[in-house]
């Protein structure tokens, strides 16, 4: 049950784009298409951005995707905004176990 | 509108043991597996222990087996984390959360403090 991989910070500016990178293994992202992407911010609940790989839930908004290619998901950020700075935790089936990766922190420049 | 609320949590000794609690509304609360994650102080995000729909299948993080029982009693519409030799480690936020392969719903989370 090892943790998923993140890069532990990205940052970016107003308007620009970024894509924060999950890297698991052939046990987790490799065999299911059960990725998910959260956002948190401190104090707060984790809410959920992108569902089984690339779906999005209704109410959140469309700068945020998700792909998935081999063990690696990813989660794209297009038109940074001051309110996006947060940390972000991909998720992923694993086979009766589930397995998150270590967070990632977005700093808005 | 779904809610999930924990409860439960609070200050307990290390070796000692705590319920944790999630009620559930909103939701065909039967229809669906639940889980819990944690996160300690600081930290990251870290999935504990899943029950299926009914109650049939548990699965649980290395880190708890053996300590933690997962279990659901549907006629209530509640989920339940017993845990048992409690140690400084174990020391979270602990959040229930609804059907983890969609994701959407989750409480606000307990603080288990696990302290002399």
């Known amino acids: 049950q090892s943790a998923l991989t993140q890069p532990a910070s990205v940052s970016g500016s107003p308007g620009q784009s970024i894509t924060i990178s999950c890297t698991g293994t052939?046990?987790?992202?490799?065999?299911?298409?059960?990725v998910s992407w959260y956002l948190q911010h401190p104090g707060k609940a984790p809410k959920l951005l992108i569902y089984?790989?690339?779906k999005r839930p209704s109410g959140v908004s469309n700068r945020f995707s998700g792909s998935k290619s081999d063990n690696t998901a990813s989660l794209t950020i297009s038109g940074l905004q001051a309110e996006d700075e947060a940390d972000y935790y991909c998720?992923?089936?694993?086979?009766?176990?589930?397995?998150f990766g270590g967070g990632t922190k977005l700093t808005v420049l | 509108e779904v809610q999930l609320v924990e409860s439960g949590g609070g200050l307990v000794q290390p070796g000692g043991s705590l319920r944790l609690s999630c009620a559930a509304s909103?939701?065909?609360?039967?229809?669906?597996?639940m889980t819990w994650v944690r996160q300690a102080p600081g930290k990251g995000l870290e999935w504990v222990s899943s029950?299926?729909?009914?109650?049939?299948?548990?699965d649980y993080a290395d880190s708890v087996k053996g300590r933690f029982t997962i279990s659901r009693g549907n006629s209530k519409n509640m989920l339940y984390l017993q845990m048992s030799s409690l140690r400084a480690e174990d020391t979270a936020v602990y959040y229930c959360?609804?059907?983890?392969?969609?994701?959407?719903?989750w409480g606000q989370g307990t603080l288990v403090t696990v302290s002399s």
């Open positions: 959360a609804k059907d983890l392969g969609e994701g959407r719903y």
């Open positions: 909103g939701f065909t609360f039967s229809k669906y597996a």
């Open positions: 029950i299926s729909a009914i109650g049939t299948i548990t």
């Open positions: 052939s046990s987790d992202i490799g065999s299911y298409n059960l």
């Open positions: 089984e790989g690339s």
């Open positions: 998720c992923s089936y694993a086979g009766s176990t589930w397995v």
